[in-house]
Structure formats: structure tokens, C-alpha cells
């Protein structure tokens, strides 16, 4: 691995397997540093087969006292850039645990560091550990570590900058529950995992209400996203007393965030959080790669999902074609004609599902191919988040964007998908309408 020695962000590094690769490497990752960092030094690290990418988080102080604060899984990369990081790792045992703390302390001890920092070790799949680098600043991803601690790390760096003792021993330190983060970009994850998407939030909601959720971001509703500045939008920091538990709290939170203006990687987010590996904890480096080896594109529908989409998509069209009927200030009475139960079509992602609509007290019944499923009317189309139930199980949607054609845009599973509802009177003709020619 040739690597800048200034480095970070993934930037000025290459693997090199022969000597050729290796010069063509220093060549490419120098001039990278120098136009990055204004440093164009390398160094060359011997390179891990099934890694995984795990950081020990440490504290000094000026009077030769360091700890460390365990660890952080940060093995969910793309282009060596951290996406999801999780505290603690599911990996370590806490032998390796106490090792890997153990050497990041002797580090810190050795160089008189003074401050947080951050010690990064590659880890094979025998537990074997190697020293990566060390970051002398707070990293990105410092929240993780103060769920599972409740240590205030900018507290720390305070206090010791100023030059006062820790008051932390090493046994003070524990690990209290589970905590990811996601790094939310505006980027398109179809486009290698996340190619930076530019321009103005006209909305913009954090998932902030959710409990155990923490957003650190620097923008608002109207920004503007442009291609001067990194793209991260917001650190999603999401806190539970399990891992399955922290899990879920991210995908409610993911499903609840609402960004429109730009493209952004909450589709990839969300899925990898629900993959059997991801939740296995047995990932590597390589995870994107070996899970999406033709790209990420976007969430794949099951059945049931196909049918719940299908369903909210033809609720909204019934409560689109309700309000159309409703003239504000009207004051003459008009017979009621909405008929008692709508025949429609959906149309997603190809799949056409014939169901039938009526409402109710409360709630929609919508037959389908699998039986009835009742919807309940607690939403409006004007909701930035649809938050409803469908046969009492709970299903969070956005419904981005509504055509007067029928066209619905519905966010459903972090993935924006594009329905199309028509009568069925109207659906019955399309196999004859001629084929619109752009």
C-alpha cells in the first residue's frame, strides 16, 4: 500500500501487487498529496488481505497521563472513506480489545501526546492488529465513542489544553450500549458508491425528534450544496442499548430524513443496514464491493413491498381526487357523487397491481392480489413524512413529488421510487395508446 503521509479521506493511496504497480503508484499518489495536502511524501505499509479497518480513540493530558477509550468499527468504506462507523466493533474480543488499547496508550505515552486523538490499526481475520497511523485531532466520527463512554471529548481536550490532569482512570472508562454513524452525502450511490450531486435544499428536515439520534451538520433548509466544499451533509449519530437496537434507530431515523435539492446516499445508507452480512458483523474493507458487485441500485422490492407501495400509492390517489373535489368557499351544497369504492392500477418498477379502494372511517381498504389491507388515514399529502400503518404494521414513506398524470415520486426504504396510478378504465387501454416518442 502506498500511501500520502499527510494523508486522509482516502486520497493519495493506491495498492501496488509488483514492482511496475508500485512506481506507477508513487508516481500517481505523490502528485495526488502534493496538489491535496502540499505534502507529496509517501509511505509504504504492507498490505492486509480480508481487513478490517479499527481505530482506538485515546486521551493525554501534559503530565504524562494517557488512556483509551476503546474502539471504532470503521470497515464500511468506499474509495478508503469511512460511510457507517459503529462503537464498539462487533468483532474484537476483549482480549484484543485490551491489546489494541493497551499499544494505542503506549503510543500516545511514547510521543507525549497531550490531547484526543485517534490510533488506526488494520485487523486480519485472525485478530492480528497492525498500526495504520495516527490522527493527532478529533475525528469525524468522535460522537460514537462519547455515546458508548459518556465522555465529553471537546470537555477533555479543554481541560487538557489548558493543562489540567485527567480525572479519568483507565477503569473509569466502560461501554454502555451501541452507537453508528452515517455519514449522510449528497452524492448518487448508483455512481460508484457516491459521486458528488450539487445544488439548493429547497426542503430540509433532521430526524432530530427521534430519541437516541444526534445530527451535526452546518446547513439549513436553502443552502446550497456546491462543488468548492466536501460533500457531507450531516453526521447521523444514533444511539441504542444494543446493536440491533442502534440499528433500528438508524433506519427510523434514515426513513424520517428528509432532503430534497440534491441526490444523496441515504438509498445506500439504509440498505446496508438491513443486509444479513452488515448484521452479521462479519464484514471487511471490501464490503460494498463483495455486496454490490454490479453498483448499488437502490433498494430491491419483494413482494410485500411491491403490494405496500402499491397501496399507499393508490391511497394518495384517492386523496388527491378527494380534495380535487372540495372548492374552498363554496357555499352552495352539492350532491355527493364520489363513488363508493375506486378501481385503479399501479405501476411500479414495471409490476402492474390492480387493486380496489374504499375509504372508511379512519382508515382505506384496499384490495389487492393478497387480500385486503387496511391503511389508516392519519396523513396528509402535504406531510413531509407519511408515517401510517398498513394492516397494523408501521410503514414510513415521502411522497416527494405528484403528477396530475397519475405520476407519484415516493421515498420507501431510503429509495425513491416512481409509481404511476390510473382508473382502471384508462389502464385497460395503454396496451393499444401509441408509444410516445421523445
Not at 508513487?26 to 509517501?42: P, Q, V
Not at 468499527?73 to 474480543?93: G, Y
Not at 452479521?280 to 413491498?305: H, M
Amino acid at each position: 500500500m502506498v500511501k500520502a503521509s499527510a494523508g486522509g479521506g482516502g486520497k493519495g493511496m493506491r495498492i501496488a501487487w509488483n514492482d511496475e504497480e508500485a512506481a506507477m503508484a508513487f508516481r500517481l499518489c505523490s502528485e495526488e498529496a502534493a496538489s491535496s495536502f502540499g505534502d507529496d511524501r509517501m509511505l509504504v505499509e504492507k498490505f492486509v488481505d480480508s481487513p478490517r479497518h479499527i481505530e482506538i480513540q485515546v486521551l493525554g493530558d501534559k503530565h504524562g497521563n494517557a488512556i483509551h477509550l476503546n474502539e471504532r468499527e470503521c470497515s464500511i468504506q468506499r474509495r478508503n472513506q469511512k460511510v457507517i462507523e459503529e462503537a464498539p466493533s462487533p468483532f474484537l474480543d476483549p482480549a484484543t480489545r485490551a491489546a489494541m488499547g493497551d499499544q494505542a496508550v503506549q503510543l500516545s505515552k511514547a510521543i507525549g501526546y497531550d490531547s484526543a486523538g485517534t490510533v488506526e490499526f488494520l485487523c486480519d481475520s485472525q485478530k492480528n492488529f497492525y498500526f495504520l497511523e495516527m490522527n493527532t485531532r478529533l475525528q469525524v466520527e468522535h460522537p460514537i465513542t462519547e455515546c458508548i463512554t459518556g465522555v465529553d471529548l471537546v470537555h477533555q481536550m479543554i481541560r487538557t489544553a489548558y493543562g489540567h490532569p485527567l480525572q479519568l482512570k483507565q477503569e473509569d472508562v466502560g461501554i454502555r450500549g451501541w452507537a453508528f454513524e452515517n455519514r449522510v452525502y449528497a452524492e448518487d450511490p448508483t455512481k460508484n458508491f457516491g459521486m458528488p450531486s450539487i445544488g439548493r435544499l429547497y426542503k430540509y428536515e433532521e430526524p432530530k425528534s427521534i430519541s437516541g439520534v444526534r445530527c451535526d451538520s452546518g446547513i439549513e433548509e436553502g443552502s446550497e450544496i456546491s462543488m468548492y466544499y466536501d460533500p457531507m451533509i450531516c453526521k447521523l449519530t444514533c444511539y441504542g442499548g444494543s446493536r440491533e437496537e442502534a440499528i433500528a434507530t438508524s433506519i427510523n431515523a434514515l426513513d424520517k430524513y428528509v432532503i430534497r435539492g440534491v441526490t444523496h446516499n441515504i438509498p445506500l445508507l439504509r440498505d446496508v443496514l438491513t443486509e444479513p452480512t452488515f448484521n452479521s458483523g462479519t464484514f471487511t474493507t471490501s464490503y460494498l464491493q463483495e455486496t454490490y458487485p454490479d453498483g448499488f441500485q437502490g433498494v430491491q422490492l419483494s413482494q410485500a413491498d411491491t403490494l405496500a407501495i402499491s397501496s399507499l400509492a393508490a391511497v394518495c390517489h384517492c386523496k388527491e381526487a378527494e380534495r380535487a373535489r372540495v372548492r374552498l368557499n363554496e357555499k352552495k351544497l352539492k350532491a355527493d357523487r364520489t363513488p363508493a369504492a375506486r378501481k385503479l392500477v399501479v405501476d411500479v418498477k414495471g409490476e402492474k397491481v390492480a387493486v380496489t379502494v374504499m375509504k372508511k372511517a379512519g382508515s382505506y381498504t384496499v384490495t389487492g392480489p393478497a387480500g385486503n389491507v387496511e391503511v389508516v388515514d392519519n396523513f396528509s399529502l402535504a406531510d413531509s413524512v407519511i408515517d401510517t400503518q398498513l394492516n397494523g404494521e408501521s410503514l414510513v414513506a415521502q411522497l416527494i413529488k405528484r403528477d396530475p398524470s397519475g405520476q407519484l415520486r415516493i421515498r420507501f426504504k431510503g429509495t425513491a421510487l416512481d409509481c404511476m396510478v390510473w382508473p382502471a378504465e384508462a389502464a385497460a387501454l395503454l396496451d393499444i395508446m401509441p408509444v410516445k416518442v421523445p
